[in-house]
């Protein structure tokens, strides 16, 4: 429609259908990290590929994402393929290609939820409420962090005040898109790698780090993050252990109603 304005987060997902299980994107440069753009952003457009497809039966419950290589700043095409679609799950291989090349590597399960016991285990973090914190600016963050309003409650990284031995790699921090957007899969998907590698929360220097591999599980189905609407949701991160180049990372992402909506699960490659 003229005059519509399209999210970035919308514009920077957007597919066009090449073949029934095939889609060209192109790389948003408000996206961009330092090398390559935002993980979030990749893993958002893939699990895109599934939501638009003709196929799609359910909603997500596990998108896992495999960066491969560095994705340049050219089109890329994304191929989803349902390769299983039992009574209540439906399970999806993804590539994502660069001139022929193989970047991203993915895989996605969707399910046909029911009602049933329900339980939450982890517990919502004691934090101040969002009103009370400033948003985060950093002239070095990189460009993707300008599309998200970011107010840390614990943990700040590269913080260059804490003790060398302080064995605590917590961050816990208020998020939403900036500027709001309802929430919907793809901006969770997105928002669930907001989180710096936690190496540069242990470490008051600055130390080369990327995600290899990130899986998120979904909590919530659609009519819960639609309740979330624009508000900001709460995640709280940290790491089991650092050695030999690698560290894991794990984090709850919560509504403000204290609604446990995603975890997400990592493992970091870093480099001294």
């Given amino acids: 429609m003229p005059g519509t304005h399209l999210h970035a987060l919308d514009a920077a997902t957007a597919l066009t259908p090449l073949a029934r299980d095939s889609y060209q994107g192109q790389t948003d440069p408000r996206y961009a990290h330092r090398i390559g753009p935002f993980g979030g952003i990749t893993a958002a457009t893939l699990l895109q590929s599934v939501m638009v497809h003709p196929d799609r039966q359910g909603e997500p419950i596990a998108l896992t994402v495999n960066f491969a290589q560095p994705i340049s700043d050219e089109p890329f095409v994304i191929e ?3 390769t299983r679609t039992n009574r209540s799950t439906q399970h999806w291989t993804l590539a994502m290609r660069q001139s022929g090349t193989v970047v991203t590597t993915a895989s996605a399960v969707l399910a046909l939820r029911r009602d049933t016991w329900s339980s939450t285990e982890a517990e919502f973090p004691s934090v101040s409420p969002v009103s009370a914190l400033k948003r985060l600016a ?31 790699s917590i961050t816990t921090l208020w998020v939403r898109d900036e500027p709001s957007r309802p929430l919907d899969f793809v901006s969770l998907a997105s928002m669930c790698d907001v989180f710096v590698p936690r190496i540069m929360v242990r470490r008051p220097v600055r130390v080369p780090a990327g995600t290899v591999s990130l899986t998120t599980y979904f909590h919530a189905d659609s009519s819960k993050l639609a309740a979330c609407g624009t508000q900001h949701l709460l995640g709280t991160a940290r790491a089991s252990h650092f050695g030999m180049g690698y560290h894991d990372q794990t984090a709850q992402v919560w509504s403000a109603e204290r609604v446990l909506l995603a975890t997400t699960h990592q493992i970091v490659y870093f480099k001294e």
């Fill in 80 to 82: 989803a393929v349902a």
């Fill in 138 to 168: 950093s002239p070095e963050a990189p460009t993707w962090f300008a599309n998200y309003d970011v107010r840390v409650a614990h943990g700040m990284p590269l913080d260059d005040s804490r003790p060398l031995a302080d064995k605590d």
